[in-house]
């Protein structure tokens, strides 16, 4: 499995949004909620589900 800082998982996160199509201010709380969720151990509502927003993002 890998391993990511809370920046390093912050950064990914934040580029993956933009590159979905989120402006700069939705990508910033997209991902201040994920890492947020992931901090907290509520893994079911932070990275594991981050897919699901970016396929959102996209549609």
Same mark, same amino acid.
């Given at each position: 499995?890998? #391993? %990511?800082? &809370? /920046? #390093?998982?912050? =950064? &990914?996160?934040?580029?993956?949004?933009? =590159?979905?199509?989120?402006?700069?201010?939705?990508? #910033? !709380?997209?991902?201040? +909620?994920?890492?947020a969720a992931e901090a907290e =151990? %509520? +893994?079911?509502? =932070? &990275? !594991?589900?981050?897919? /699901?927003? %970016?396929?959102? &993002?996209?549609?």
């Amino acid at each position: 499995m890998m #391993q %990511l800082t &809370l /920046d #390093q998982a912050t =950064g &990914l996160c934040r580029m993956a949004a933009l =590159g979905a199509g989120a402006n700069e201010e939705a990508a #910033q !709380s997209l991902t201040a +909620s994920i890492i947020a969720a992931e901090a907290e =151990g %509520l +893994s079911t509502v =932070g &990275l !594991s589900h981050f897919i /699901d927003y %970016l396929e959102a &993002l996209e549609a």
